[in-house]
């Protein structure tokens, strides 16, 4: 499914949901080389400020990259940029939604610009945030 700039409106909105499994984690690490203890250490992350191992929050953030590319605006989308906070951690076994929301589109530029936000399965936030995108031609 893919939208182009003519056939998005504002208000429109998608998600994708998802449920981060320890090996989401692992690899995630073993791609990024991001090995924070954090993340891949039980202990330290008992001992953490989050009291357990958390998800890398980029790693969370990229399902919102699954919306963009899949969904709203879909196929064929070139994801521009995106200005995001991580407002709760996301732990292991936690399931997230990715949505998206159509509040902006520039049809001379073909821009659209989106909220995005993840929430866990206890409906908090765990980011926030605005991207930018070029939906597909027609």
């Known amino acids: 499914m893919s939208f182009t700039i003519e056939q998005l409106t504002t208000g429109q909105t998608a998600s994708f949901r998802k449920t981060i499994t320890e090996a989401d984690v692992i690899n995630f690490a073993s791609a990024s080389g991001d090995m924070n203890p954090v993340h ?62 159509v509040t902006e589109i520039n049809k001379e530029k073909n821009r659209v610009r989106l909220q995005t936000t993840c929430t866990n399965q206890d409906g908090v936030v765990v980011i926030t945030g605005t991207a930018t995108a070029m939906p597909p031609k027609a």
């Open 40 to 101: 891949i250490d039980k202990i330290a992350g008992k001992d953490s400020i989050f009291g357990d191992r958390v998800a890398h929050g980029i790693l969370v953030s990229g399902l919102i990259s699954t919306v963009l590319g899949n969904q709203l605006p879909g196929n064929g989308t070139i994801y521009l940029g995106q200005d995001m906070r991580f407002t709760h951690p996301t732990y292991i076994g936690d399931t997230i939604t990715a949505t998206v929301q």
